[in-house]
Protein backbone atom coordinates (compact mmCIF):
# COMPACT_ATOMS: atom_id res chain seq x y z
CA UNK A 1 0.00 0.00 0.00
CA UNK A 2 1.56 3.11 -0.90
CA UNK A 3 0.24 6.43 0.91
CA UNK A 4 0.16 9.81 -0.53
CA UNK A 5 -0.58 12.77 2.49
CA UNK A 6 -1.72 16.01 1.63
CA UNK A 7 -3.22 19.47 2.93
CA UNK A 8 -0.81 20.90 5.17
CA UNK A 9 0.26 23.90 5.11
CA UNK A 10 0.91 27.69 6.95
CA UNK A 11 -2.36 28.25 8.98
CA UNK A 12 -2.75 30.97 12.19
CA UNK A 13 -3.71 29.84 15.38
CA UNK A 14 -7.16 29.25 16.28
CA UNK A 15 -7.45 28.48 12.50
CA UNK A 16 -8.83 25.18 10.78
CA UNK A 17 -7.00 22.56 8.25
CA UNK A 18 -7.65 19.16 6.50
CA UNK A 19 -5.26 16.81 5.72
CA UNK A 20 -5.94 13.76 3.50
CA UNK A 21 -4.30 10.70 2.80
CA UNK A 22 -4.81 8.69 -0.33
CA UNK A 23 -3.90 5.30 -0.30
CA UNK A 24 -3.37 3.05 -3.50
CA UNK A 25 -5.23 -0.50 -2.44
CA UNK A 26 -6.80 -3.55 -3.92
CA UNK A 27 -10.71 -3.26 -3.45
CA UNK A 28 -10.20 -6.34 -1.13
CA UNK A 29 -7.91 -5.16 0.94
CA UNK A 30 -8.55 -4.04 4.10
CA UNK A 31 -6.51 -2.16 6.73
CA UNK A 32 -7.28 0.32 9.98
CA UNK A 33 -5.46 3.92 9.43
CA UNK A 34 -3.78 5.96 11.51
CA UNK A 35 -2.43 9.60 11.80
CA UNK A 36 0.62 10.67 13.72
CA UNK A 37 3.54 13.58 13.73
CA UNK A 38 6.66 14.72 14.31
CA UNK A 39 7.74 18.44 15.30
CA UNK A 40 11.20 19.44 15.18
CA UNK A 41 13.68 17.93 17.66
CA UNK A 42 11.05 15.79 18.86
CA UNK A 43 9.73 11.97 18.62
CA UNK A 44 7.04 10.99 16.33
CA UNK A 45 3.83 11.20 18.57
CA UNK A 46 0.24 9.60 17.83
CA UNK A 47 -2.44 11.45 16.77
CA UNK A 48 -5.63 9.56 15.63
CA UNK A 49 -6.41 6.12 14.48
CA UNK A 50 -9.80 4.61 13.11
CA UNK A 51 -10.68 1.34 12.32
CA UNK A 52 -11.54 -0.28 8.52
CA UNK A 53 -15.24 0.22 9.19
CA UNK A 54 -14.69 3.28 10.58
CA UNK A 55 -16.81 2.69 13.41
CA UNK A 56 -13.68 3.38 16.10
CA UNK A 57 -11.73 5.96 16.66
CA UNK A 58 -8.83 6.82 19.12
CA UNK A 59 -7.23 9.86 19.80
CA UNK A 60 -4.13 11.24 21.84
CA UNK A 61 -5.24 13.25 25.02
CA UNK A 62 -3.76 16.38 23.35
CA UNK A 63 -6.04 16.40 20.37
CA UNK A 64 -9.60 15.28 21.49
CA UNK A 65 -11.60 17.68 20.48
CA UNK A 66 -10.01 19.38 17.93
CA UNK A 67 -9.48 17.09 15.73
CA UNK A 68 -11.37 14.59 14.07
CA UNK A 69 -10.35 11.38 11.92
CA UNK A 70 -12.84 9.76 9.35
CA UNK A 71 -12.37 7.73 5.86
CA UNK A 72 -14.19 7.27 2.88
CA UNK A 73 -13.31 3.73 2.10
CA UNK A 74 -14.73 3.94 -1.73
CA UNK A 75 -12.20 6.65 -2.23
CA UNK A 76 -9.31 4.94 -0.08
CA UNK A 77 -8.82 8.40 1.75
CA UNK A 78 -8.72 9.25 5.42
CA UNK A 79 -8.88 12.36 6.70
CA UNK A 80 -7.64 14.53 9.70
CA UNK A 81 -10.10 17.36 10.40
CA UNK A 82 -7.77 19.54 12.55
CA UNK A 83 -9.71 22.75 14.10
CA UNK A 84 -8.58 25.10 17.05
CA UNK A 85 -4.97 24.75 15.79
CA UNK A 86 -2.01 25.88 17.86
CA UNK A 87 1.35 26.74 17.24
CA UNK A 88 2.51 23.24 19.19
CA UNK A 89 0.58 21.43 16.68
CA UNK A 90 3.30 22.66 13.92
CA UNK A 91 4.70 18.95 13.14
CA UNK A 92 5.04 17.09 9.64
CA UNK A 93 1.59 15.23 9.73
CA UNK A 94 2.16 11.11 8.39
CA UNK A 95 -0.53 9.05 7.42
CA UNK A 96 -0.10 5.34 8.19
CA UNK A 97 -1.70 1.63 7.29
CA UNK A 98 -1.70 -1.31 9.13
CA UNK A 99 -3.55 -4.93 7.48
CA UNK A 100 -6.43 -5.54 9.32
CA UNK A 101 -9.87 -7.91 8.71
CA UNK A 102 -12.95 -6.46 7.38
CA UNK A 103 -14.62 -6.44 11.38
CA UNK A 104 -11.51 -5.77 13.72
CA UNK A 105 -12.37 -3.44 15.80
CA UNK A 106 -8.90 -2.88 17.02
CA UNK A 107 -7.34 0.70 16.59
CA UNK A 108 -3.49 0.65 16.14
CA UNK A 109 -2.31 3.05 18.56
CA UNK A 110 1.66 2.09 18.32
CA UNK A 111 3.76 2.69 15.63
CA UNK A 112 5.52 -0.18 15.38
CA UNK A 113 2.24 -1.87 14.39
CA UNK A 114 2.06 -0.24 11.06
CA UNK A 115 3.18 -1.54 7.86
CA UNK A 116 2.61 1.46 5.73
CA UNK A 117 3.74 5.27 6.15
CA UNK A 118 3.37 8.26 4.13
CA UNK A 119 6.00 10.89 3.30
CA UNK A 120 4.96 13.14 5.45
CA UNK A 121 2.78 16.56 5.32
CA UNK A 122 4.12 20.12 7.24
CA UNK A 123 2.03 21.73 9.18
CA UNK A 124 2.64 25.12 10.34
CA UNK A 125 0.89 27.29 12.98
CA UNK A 126 1.99 30.71 13.26
CA UNK A 127 1.02 32.17 16.91
Known amino acids: VQLQASGGGLVQAGGSLRLSCAASARTDQTYALGWYRQAPGKEREFVAAITWSGTRTDYADSMKGRFTISRDNPKNTVYLQMNSLKSEDTAVYYC?????????????????????WGQGTLVTVSS
Open 96 to 116: AAAWSTYTSTFLYTLPRLYDY
